[in-house]
């Protein structure tokens, strides 16, 4: 696919996710979140028209590391989901893909790219101000918190335009 050649060099093993995926992507969502999507809440993103991307090792075919899923709207696309498999967590990989993802949507014309997150996840905001997100907003209580309360989401955006050469 053409759009997956950018970056191809640097992310061997990414394609497009598929419906054939969805119960592996489930198992490690239900492994690296409190809060996890369901297989099914993926099938409805899918059948919306969202845009998956699944990174398979190249060694141990079958084996995922990580996955994206964006929701394009017009000139600006919104990361709805980036996850790293638990034991590839912390080597660089979430950095790789969040790279490849901002030039892959830079180059299919997105000015640019909304996400939400937990103020309290402090390795995805790390990432996210390291490839030049930042904050434009506040949804309170947004997200179910462990302590069975509710927990604030920051929206952070990068523009695109500017960060991609
Ligand atoms: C958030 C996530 C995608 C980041 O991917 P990753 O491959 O683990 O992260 P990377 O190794 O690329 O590191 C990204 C940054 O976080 C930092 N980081 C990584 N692991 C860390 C840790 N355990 N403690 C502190 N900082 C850490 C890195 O140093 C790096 O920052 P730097 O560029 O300033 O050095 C991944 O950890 C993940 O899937 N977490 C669970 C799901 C999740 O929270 N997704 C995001 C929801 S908004």
């Keep these: 696919m053409a759009s997956a050649a950018i970056g191809e060099e640097r992310l ?3 394609r497009p996710m598929s419906m054939l995926d969805l119960t592996r992507v489930a198992a490690i969502e239900r492994r690296i979140y409190d809060f996890p999507w369901t297989e099914g809440n993926f099938r409805d993103s899918l059948n919306a028209g969202h845009e998956g991307w699944l990174l398979e090792s190249v060694d141990t075919p079958g084996k995922l590391r990580a996955y994206a899923l964006l929701m394009w709207i017009v000139d600006e696309v919104h990361l709805l989901n980036i996850s790293v498999s638990a034991d590839e967590q912390g080597r660089g990989l979430g950095r790789r893909l969040m790279d490849w993802l901002i030039r892959h949507c830079f180059h299919e ?6 996400l939400e997150v937990r103020p309290s996840n402090l390795v995805a905001l790390r990432l996210y101000a390291a490839c030049g997100f930042e904050q434009i ?3 309170r209580a947004y997200y179910p918190a462990r302590s069975g309360g509710r ?6 955006r990068c523009r695109l335009a500017l960060e991609s050469t």
């Design 137 to 139: 907003g506040t949804r």
């Design 12 to 14: 061997k093993g990414l």
């Design 109 to 114: 014309g997105a000015q640019s790219m909304l």
């Design 151 to 156: 927990e604030d989401a920051w929206v952070l």
